[in-house]
Structure formats: C-alpha cells, structure tokens
C-alpha cells in the first residue's frame, strides 16, 4: 500500500488490488465463518483505493441484506471504517490542491488551518479551519489523483457490477444501468455542483426548526475544495445510544428530510451513509454531502407524490395503479409482484405508526433479488426499471438501514402529512390528486 496516501490510479494495479479481496474473502469464508481476516483486509484495500472500491465498502458496511448473515457483524465492524475515516492524503499534497484551486497561499486564504483532517472519505477529506472575521469553517479537499481512480473504476466491470448490484438486481439493463451510475459518480467529482446543490436544500428546508443544512463558503470554494459553515454534534453511532425520545426525534427528521426532497423539491440525496449526519438536540439534524443527488423527472413527480397520498389514504387500488404508472409495467406476473415488492417497500406509511427492523430492510432487499426469476416470464411482462429509478434503491435500502438502528416506532404518515399540507400537496381523503 502507498505509505505517502497517494491514490494507486491505474486500472491494472486498482484490479490486482480488487481482485486480492475476492481471494482473500473466498478462503476466509473457507476456514471461517466469521470473516474476521478478510473484513480487515476489505477495508484496508477498498479504504487505500478509495474512489467507487471504497463506496462500495461503505455501503456494505451499513445496508442490510448485502451481506451473508454469518459475516455481517465482521463486514459492518471493518467496512465502517469507511464511512469518515479512509486513509488520508499527505499534507503537502493537500495544500498544493487548496493553493492551486483558490489561487492563494494557505495561509492569506484561511486565518488556521488544521492540516490533520477530522474526516476522510471515497472523494475527499474535510479539514477544520478560521475565516479571517473567526468563523469556524469545514473545507473539504478532494484528495489528489482521485479522479483518474474514479475513471479507472468506472472502466472496471467488476466494480461497476458491485456498485450496480447495490441498487438493483443484476440483469436489469446493464449499460443503462452503468451510464446511470457513473454519471451520478462522475458528478460527485464536481464540488461547485455540489455547493449548487447544498444551497437547494438549505432554501428548500430553509425556516424547518430540525433540518440544518451548513451554509457554503462560496469565496473559498471550487471545483476540488469545498468550504461551508462548521457543525458540531453527535455522530450516528453515538446517536444510537441516546434514550429513545430522542432517537425517535431523530427518526422522524431523518424522515421529512429525505421526502420532503423528493416529493416537494424534486430531488433526492442519494447517498444516506450514517457519515452524512450530525445529530443536535431537540430532533435536529445537520445534512452533509450533497454530491450524488438525483433529479426526480418531471413526468414522474406527479405519478410519486400520488403513490404517496394513495399510501397516506391507505387506499390499494390506487396505490398499485399509481405505482403501475411509475414503474412502465403492463400486468403479468412481473408487474404483480413488481407491485407488491414497492407495496413492501410501503409498509412503514401504510402500517404507521411502523417499527423499522433491520429483518424488514433485509427482507426487501431479498425480494428485490427475488424478482430477476420474472425477468423471462413466459406472458412477456416484463419490463426494463427505468435507470433513472436506480438510485431509488440505494436510497430505499441505505435510508431503512440507518432507520432500523434507531430502533424506534415512528408515526411516519403523520410526518408526511405535516409537510405536504405545509407545501399544497395536502392528504385529502379523496381521489382528486389523480394525474
């Protein structure tokens, strides 16, 4: 491994490197049913490469249901090394991208700078440092050489098979499916998108009591450094052992977050890693990482917002027409179960209030690999998930597994309730929402 914290960016070395994971997890899976060994060699390689290998080492390490259940313990326990503290870039390298993106020594662009980063992750590393007027800001740094790593990753098949498989199961348009991927991930790269990004939710959640979103450094900011206000909190995992109250405050915050993005702005943030949150009193929650956000399609949103006044009515019928239209399907086999698997996937507005179980997210991720058996139904029913959709997924599974460890019973349709009447798009009763 390179012990200056460069990025090996070849596609051959990346590969080996890749390639010694397998090996290394198919003879501890041999000798033992832990994983213990290869876990810890997981995380070092995928850690060490960072870019897309370590992305998917992060969501191996908290998405149930990707992983066998003998090893899940050994996988979540390495692999969460991943989620803010990946090897890290040398200070000289760090310092060389902030100069050369901001055009100006260190020192005239920040009062402090803090060359020990208190984060790092696949893209970049974050580092705490003073304004010249005191503010105490995070600036994020892409780390050098990452995005040549991006590219080799994007052309290595067996990369983009694990990335792809996370979303959905494998058969469902593969070069579609791909585009869609490395479009959403070449995008991460973009961090002036990024702050775009991060100052839409801030309006859009703007005057919300529990949602913060940390407000950017514009004049300190490009392309491969991003500044914004600095946050103090509580990490996921020490959230996690606060008393039930408040984990429950949390729950239901996390909750209007991400659909009140989806329904009433129309995008969604589609990387949940419990890394991206930092956790207040009062139920607030401060939102970080803005850099993979998909854009709901406008012929869709309407169909969207419908599945969910349908689920908040509990209203069947219409539920499953709604949720026909979204997906293409045409009946058969594969649009019935189709249907029913996003029925499940529903369950927590349609049963709420709804106890969210790490059993239930594994479950759906399950059924969701269940359904390639429909791929060639005999009756010609299927149809191609729109790759648009895909990230839907990753959101779905990675969002339910940060839920389920809170481990709390939560009245979900009552928090959709509150913010679609607040935008207009109020729960009525009746079917006047149809489109």
Not at 36 to 42: F, G, Q, S, T
Not at 106 to 119: G, I, K, M, T, Y
Not at 162 to 187: C, D, I, Q
Not at 392 to 421: H, K, P, W
């Amino acid at each position: 491994m390179p012990r200056d914290g460069s990025i090996p960016t070849g596609r051959l070395g990346r590969v080996v490197r890749l390639a010694g994971v397998g090996a290394r997890a198919g003879a501890s899976f041999i000798l033992s049913k832990s994983g213990n060994d290869a876990a810890e060699y997981a995380a070092e390689v995928l850690g060490t490469l960072r870019g897309l290998a370590a992305k998917v080492g992060q969501t191996l390490s908290y998405v149930d249901g990707l992983v066998p259940e003998a090893q899940r313990e050994s996988y979540e326990r390495a692999l969460g090394k991943l989620r803010d503290a990946t090897p890290r870039s040398a200070p000289e390298a760090v310092r060389r991208a902030v100069e050369e993106e901001l055009g100006a020594p260190l020192e005239r662009l920040f009062a402090s700078f803090d060359e020990q980063p208190f984060a790092s992750a696949s893209i970049g590393q974050v580092h705490r440092a003073t304004l010249e007027d005191g503010r105490a800001v995070a600036v994020k740094v892409q780390h050098p050489g990452i995005a040549s790593a991006v590219e080799s990753d994007l052309e290595n098949a067996s990369v983009m098979e694990g990335l792809v498989s996370t979303l959905a199961p494998k058969g469902l348009n593969a070069k579609a499916a791909y585009a869609e991927v490395a479009a959403r991930f070449r995008e991460e790269l973009d961090y002036e998108l990024e702050a775009e990004r991060q100052a839409f939710f801030a309006r859009l959640h703007a005057g919300d009591e529990r949602i913060r979103i940390p407000a950017v450094i514009r004049e300190r900011s490009s392309r491969r450094v991003l500044t914004s206000e600095l946050v103090e909190g509580l990490g996921y995992d020490a959230a996690l052992a606060a008393p039930e109250a408040d984990r429950r405050a949390w729950a239901e915050t996390l909750w209007r977050f991400v659909f009140k993005g989806n329904l009433v702005g129309g995008m969604f943030n589609a990387d949940p890693h419990p890394g991206n949150y930092i956790f207040g009193p009062d139920g607030r929650v401060t939102f970080l990482d803005f850099g993979c956000v998909q854009p709901i399609e406008p012929d869709r949103l309407p169909t969207a917002r419908a599945m969910h006044l349908a689920a908040l009515r509990r209203d069947e019928a219409d539920f499953a027409e709604q949720c026909a239209r979204l997906l293409g399907t045409r009946g058969g086999d594969y649009g019935t179960r189709a249907v029913a698997y996003s029925r499940r996937c529903f369950e927590p507005m349609f049963g709420s209030p709804f106890h969210i179980t790490r059993d239930f997210t594994t479950s759906l991720v399950t059924d969701l690999r269940a359904l390639k058996r429909f791929f060639w139904a005999k009756d010609g029913s299927f149809v191609m998930l729109p790759p648009a959709m895909l990230f839907l997924n990753r959101l779905q599974f990675g969002f339910y597994s940060v839920l389920a460890r809170f481990d709390v019973t939560v009245d979900y349709a009552l928090v959709e309730r509150q913010f679609m009447r607040e935008a207009g798009l109020a729960y009525t009763g009746d079917h006047s929402h149809r489109s």
